[in-house]
């Protein structure tokens, strides 16, 4: 049954089981992975295989197949160092759906040469449109990446600088809330200061880019 809302043609239906040990046998795993890997998934299948043959969108050199993997989860936490497992072993780009009882979320990994260079995740049970039409794969890759990325593009239409704006973006969210974080610890009135003085021009680069992007 397809019953997922992706709304992908029947010849691109895979919906094989894989087993955990699968994993175990291509890339060696110290035992606190392993131990994620048992204790967090409950189930992985193999949905969906987008590929020139299944969905007739030409491969690139960059993409030649993007996988679909549904994963079953034994709590609503997802692993992200098990998908670095996995996206090590899989040699294709990879969109994850994630399944707790009732709830779904998504996760896709920003692949390049073969290598996980980034992960992106929607919240739980939040309503993505995906795209997965497109002139090649290597388009509707960019297409289902861009549905995670929660900034307007504005005039931006080259895919890798929408990549490094998110990215700026997101360093500075993180340097903003470490810097809120060590003002409230800080006992001293004059490192206090300097300390808010830093926060306040991070502030203003994050809202230039965001203002930018518009």
């Known amino acids: 049954m397809m019953d997922d809302g992706l709304n992908l043609p029947k ?16 890339v060696t795993l110290n ?5 994620e890997f048992t204790d967090k998934i409950q189930r992985i299948t193999w949905k969906y295989k987008l590929a020139e043959e299944t969905i007739g969108i030409s ?10 993997f549904e994963i079953s989860l034994k709590e609503q936490v997802i692993p992200k160092n098990v998908l670095k497992v996995i ?3 899989i040699p294709y780009q990879i969109l994850y759906r ?9 996760g896709i990994t920003l692949k390049e040469n073969n290598k996980a260079e980034n992960y992106y995740f929607s919240d739980w049970d939040e309503a993505l449109a995906f795209n997965f039409s497109g002139v090649s794969l ?16 504005g005039n931006k239409t080259d895919f890798k600088e929408i990549i490094a704006t998110d990215n700026k973006i997101k360093v500075l969210e993180k340097e903003i809330s470490l810097l809120e974080g060590k003002i409230n610890k800080e006992k ?6 300097e300390t808010n003085k830093i926060l306040l021009e991070k502030k203003a680069q994050l809202k230039k880019i965001k203002e930018d992007v518009k």
Request: hydrophobic share 35%; net charge positive; charged share 35%.
């Open 87 to 89: 996206d090590k072993t």
């Open 188 to 193: 001293q009135f004059n490192r206090k200061v």
């Open 98 to 106: 994630f399944v707790h009882e009732e709830s779904v979320a998504y």
């Open 31 to 35: 035992s606190k992975l392993q131990k």
């Open 59 to 68: 491969k690139t050199d960059t993409v030649t197949e993007i996988q679909i």
């Open 11 to 26: 010849s691109a239906y895979v919906n094989k089981f894989i087993a955990k040990s699968k994993f175990y046998e291509k």
């Open 138 to 153: 290597e388009k509707v890759y960019q297409k289902l990446i861009k549905a995670f990325i929660r900034i307007e593009s």
